[in-house]
């Protein structure tokens, strides 16, 4: 069955970067627009963007341009987020999703 | 960017009373395609999203058939027959025509 499995928890300082990863299994990775999303302490859901696994395309919700880079790697089928310049806003759960099917979630804290 | 407003805010149901949330969207989700990309998730506490619904009405082949979906353009409807227990939980309507994709804010389903 589809999976989407994400790397671990983080916790990072103020200022610096985080890649999380987000590994498929079960399709066929390079068809499918891989999105992700934000979700802050009990509070809703923000899409901030998608990539297309077969070109390396994006969309990108204004507000996390220059916040978020995606990538993938083709042969691991295997999606990462780049967050830069963190600061506690940037605290939350990340899930990637395919639409259709969700990663676990990934906890970012920023903190010194 | 398309606002997604869902009502109740809350709901409290006995087990076997049906349930109805809302989801109102400030532009038309009809796309140039002819689809309509309005979706429902169910987040359960301490959980990762799950899909229920997709394209306003079409249910996922693992979701119990006491969910249905309707709708179009600006209005949709999740309704639940009769509620189980493991029904309970954060619902979101979410729209992928335009973007950014955007989630409403959630409606917690939780039991009497």
């Known amino acids: 069955q589809v999976k989407l499995l994400q790397s671990g928890a983080a916790l990072v300082k103020p200022g610096a970067s985080v890649k999380m990863s987000c590994k498929a299994s079960g399709y066929t990775f390079t068809d499918y627009w891989v999105s992700w999303v934000k979700q802050s302490h009990g509070k809703s859901l923000e899409w901030i963007g998608e990539?297309?696994?077969?070109?390396?395309?994006?969309n990108f919700n204004e507000k996390f341009k220059g916040k978020a880079t995606l990538t993938v790697d083709k042969s691991t089928s295997t999606a990462y987020m780049e967050l830069s310049r963190l600061t506690s806003e940037d605290s939350a759960i990340y899930y990637c999703?395919?639409?259709?099917?969700w990663g676990q979630g990934v906890m970012v804290t920023v903190s010194s | 960017d398309v606002v997604m407003t869902q009502t109740p805010v809350s709901l409290s149901l006995a087990i076997g009373q049906p349930a109805s949330i809302s989801c109102k969207s400030s532009?038309?989700?009809?796309?140039?395609?002819?689809?309509?990309?309005l979706n429902w998730i169910l987040q359960r506490p301490g959980q990762s999203p799950k899909r229920l619904i997709y394209q306003v009405s079409k249910l996922y082949s693992e979701v119990p058939d006491r969910f249905s979906g309707s709708g179009s353009e600006t209005e949709f409807t999740l309704k639940i027959s009769r509620v189980e227990a493991e029904d309970l939980g954060v619902y979101y309507c979410?729209?992928?025509?335009?973007?950014?994709?955007?989630f409403g804010a959630g409606t917690k389903l939780e039991l009497k």
């Open positions: 990539i297309y696994p077969n070109s390396g395309a994006t």
């Open positions: 532009q038309s989700l009809l796309g140039t395609s002819g689809k309509t990309f």
């Open positions: 999703t395919r639409g259709s099917d």
């Open positions: 979410w729209q992928g025509t335009h973007f950014p994709y955007t």
